[in-house]
């Protein structure tokens, strides 16, 4: 069975950094790219992040590009995202998915970790 | 690049069929085959209904369907029933620069 546990969400001021953990099981991790996709409280989804599955090319969404980095360990199945600056608009529930096919399918997603940025 | 657009909400009864529309343009959703649609219930993460504009996963009950022409990919739901009550998201590739691209969400009321 398909898991994916994220991890790492938290209360940060401003301008504060946070490192988000997703930890996958039950199928070969290293054979799949990965994408963060948050939604910020009752709103929709916004596609964050991509990495492809050797982690040598990564993509990134217009709003976040310079001050997230998205990065996996393929020994330790787990996907990271690494948020420095952090702005209000940041504050989100994150998910971290699974791709499928082209990489810009997601067919597996966890239940997200909460990250909000507020003074 | 805006988001997709889709109606903010729809409804319908049981046993009906209801379809859900994505807009988008051509630089993604007419020009790749990579529409795909999420079920989200309240709470719980997104759920992949359909792939590809018109592919199905396993799983998936076969009262999905997905068709796309042009800048318009359409989400049909058949014989609708109370579980299928949600929000529907799709989403589309749109080239190496944008990436990829969620439509605003269509709250789905079975009446």
């Known amino acids: 069975e398909v898991q994916l546990l994220e991890s790492g969400g938290a209360l940060v001021q401003p301008g504060g950094s946070l490192r988000l953990s997703c930890a996958a099981s039950?199928?070969?991790?290293?054979?799949?790219?990965m994408t963060w996709v948050r939604q910020s409280p009752g709103k929709g989804l916004e596609w964050v992040s991509n990495i492809i599955n050797t982690g040598e090319t990564t993509y990134y969404a217009d709003s976040v590009k310079g001050r997230f980095t998205i990065s996996r360990d393929n020994s330790k199945n787990t996907l990271y995202l690494q948020m420095h600056s952090l702005r209000a608009e940041d504050t989100a529930l994150y998910y971290c998915?699974?791709?499928?096919?082209?990489?810009?399918?997601?067919?597996?997603w966890g239940q997200g970790t909460l990250v909000t940025v507020s003074s | 690049q805006s988001a997709l657009t889709q109606p903010a909400s729809e409804s319908g009864s049981p046993g009906q069929s209801i379809t859900i529309s994505c807009t988008g343009t051509?630089?993604?959703?007419?020009?790749?085959?990579?529409v795909s649609w999420y079920q989200q219930r309240p709470g719980k993460a997104p759920k992949l209904m359909i792939y590809?504009?018109?592919h199905r996963p396993s799983g998936v009950s076969n009262r999905f369907s997905g068709s796309k022409s042009g800048n318009t990919a359409s989400l049909t739901i058949s014989g609708l029933q109370a579980e299928d009550e949600a929000d529907y998201y799709c989403s589309s590739f749109a080239g190496l620069s944008t990436f990829v691209l969620f439509g605003g969400g269509t709250k789905l009321t079975v009446l």
């Open positions: 051509s630089s993604d959703v007419g020009r790749y085959n990579l």
């Open positions: 590809e504009d018109t």
């Open positions: 039950g199928f070969a991790f290293r054979s799949w790219a």
């Open positions: 998915a699974k791709s499928h096919g082209s990489g810009w399918i997601y067919d597996y």
